[in-house]
């Protein structure tokens, strides 16, 4: 089995082959169809094809000129046994992920008087953005001001 699915590893590691295999999903179709939409010629086609036949990923026939190709599920249905038995791995590692992010979030979430505080008209930290001074120190001013007029 390892061997074969070395072979189906290495067939599905080419984008090319990977879609060719996505346009027999809708069905068997012929080689000429299949290299349509590829830039590279019909010998280069046959190559992938044979790459995905020796793989077991599709099977080919014969009618008078043409050839078909279809997809085969065998080999597929391997490649996801084997993957389906790391899942666990992955989704534990992945749900460690989440809840670091969730931690870390957490942390550096402003607190709901930082919200309000720098939602005043003063701006952050009681500082008027427009002068400079703190409120205190402009009514502080204002006061001293009056105390003279008198």
Not at 76 to 94: G, P, Q
Request: glycine share 4%; with cysteine.
């Amino acid at each position: 089995m390892t061997d074969e699915l070395s072979a189906t590893f290495a067939a599905l590691a080419d984008p090319t082959r990977r879609a060719i295999l996505s346009r027999l999903l809708a069905g068997e179709c012929s080689v000429t169809d299949l290299a349509e939409p590829f830039d590279m010629t019909m010998p280069a086609v046959s190559k992938h094809l044979r790459v995905l036949e020796r793989a077991g990923l599709i099977a080919r026939r014969r009618e008078a000129q043409w050839r078909h190709c279809r997809i085969e599920a065998g080999p597929l249905k391997e490649v996801a046994d084997w993957t389906e038995r790391y899942r666990h791995i992955w989704e534990e590692r992945l749900d460690r992920l989440d809840r670091y992010l969730q931690q870390t979030k957490a942390q550096r979430a402003p607190s709901r008087a930082a919200i309000q505080q720098r939602n005043t008209p003063l701006g952050r930290r009681g500082r008027d953005p427009f002068c400079a001074g703190s409120s205190e120190e402009k009514e502080k001013k204002r006061h001293d001001r009056k105390q003279r007029k008198k």
